[in-house]
């Protein structure tokens, strides 16, 4: 079998849903000035969903993961893949992948993390692509999963109103038929101090800033510039021309960077998937929790074109492009 085709989707979300209001509350307590009016205009997010102590990005993805499987009907003990995106694992070792096959009770495969932030799912699903089209694997599951809230600066008004957490999840079979017709993936360091964690543990010992820090203009800028290239870029690779797209589900991080990528490809604005107003910024959970919510809506298809886009931290960015 040459392809590998999407047979199924599921997302997973915290039980805490925290509006604007509620929010701009909680940071005024902190002496943290913020509106409802503020996130809306400049972001369009409208609510997030915040991960309880109990939540990680494994139990998150392993649910995503279960709604996947019930949807498509097929047993875990048939995946023998699995790949999380995630820039907020567990632990630093072993994977979230593997702690997600111990919770869906499988016993074999391949299991393994991949780390590009915000643009962690599209490489995730291009590795089980390949791998699939290479005979390494039959069956996948490519999670994007996150608790962003946990490395969040809270004082940091400028981005802590940014992100959400949650999971999302796509079941990937081979296919004789396509199926993901192509995906290309990017990343250039030099626009690495737009968007970064710049510290961590050493020697038992925190050193640095361990919190998301970012330049909010320049990342919009670069977001705009490479969606819409790489978006162009993976539908001339899979000979697909721009308008047959159906669905656009570009990266959840801001409804004004969605309008204008969708602008610049030059598709109709009812062609985007928008869920940022719900969920906020997921992270490389922020594509697969589209995608699964325009799938249960009604929205996708069988035989739709969707092109899925992603861009974070690194920088890095890549798109997929496939056929229901
Ligand atoms: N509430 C109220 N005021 C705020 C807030 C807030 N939450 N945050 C910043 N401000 C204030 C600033 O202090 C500043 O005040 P001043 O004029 O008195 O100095 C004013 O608002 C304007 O600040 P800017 O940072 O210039 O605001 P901007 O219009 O650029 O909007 C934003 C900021 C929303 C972050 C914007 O730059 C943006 O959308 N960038 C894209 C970044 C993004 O989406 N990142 C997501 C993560 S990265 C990724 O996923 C790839």
Redesign the pocket.
């Known amino acids: 079998m040459k392809y590998s085709k999407i047979i199924a989707s599921g997302s997973a979300l915290p039980g805490l849903a925290v509006s604007n209001a509620a929010l701009s509350e909680r940071l005024a307590a902190q002496g943290v000035?913020?509106?409802d009016q503020?996130?809306v205009e400049?972001?369009g997010i409208r609510q997030r969903f915040l991960a309880s102590d109990s939540d990680t990005s494994s139990s998150l993805g392993a649910r995503a993961a279960r709604a996947a499987l019930e949807m498509a009907g097929v047993p875990a003990d048939s995946v023998d893949l699995i790949v999380v995106a995630t820039s907020t694992p567990d632990h630093i070792f072993p994977s979230t992948a593997c702690y997600v096959q111990r919770d869906l009770g499988i016993h074999g495969g391949a299991a393994f993390d991949v780390q590009a932030v915000?643009a962690g799912f599209v490489y995730g699903l291009a590795t089980a692509d390949a791998l699939i089209r290479t005979g390494a694997a039959r069956r996948a599951l490519v999670i994007g999963a996150e608790v962003f809230s946990r490395i969040l600066d809270w004082t940091d008004?400028?981005t802590c109103?940014?992100f959400g957490d949650g999971a999302g999840a796509l079941l990937l079979e081979a296919s004789d038929a396509p199926g993901i017709h192509a995906c290309r993936l990017h990343a250039d360091s030099r626009h690495e101090p737009a968007?970064r964690t710049a510290g961590g543990v050493r020697n038992g010992q925190v050193y640095g800033h361990p919190f998301l820090t970012?330049d909010?203009?320049a990342?919009?800028k670069i977001?705009v510039t490479v969606l819409d290239q790489v978006g162009r870029e993976v539908c001339e690779a899979s000979g697909v021309p721009l308008d047959s797209v159906d669905w656009l589900i570009p990266?959840q991080?801001?409804v004004?960077?969605l309008q204008a990528v969708t602008k610049r490809l030059g598709l109709a604005p009812e062609k985007a998937i928008v869920t940022v107003d719900q969920h906020a910024?997921t992270?490389a959970a922020s594509v697969p929790l589209a995608f699964d919510h325009a799938l249960r809506s009604g929205m996708l298809k069988p035989g739709h074109r969707v092109l899925m886009e992603g861009?974070?931290g690194g920088f890095t960015w890549g798109a997929a492009l496939a056929t229901l």
């Open positions: 000035e913020t509106s503020w996130i400049r972001t915000c008004r400028g109103v940014l968007l970012m909010g203009q990342v919009f977001a990266h991080a801001n004004r960077i910024n992270s861009v974070g």
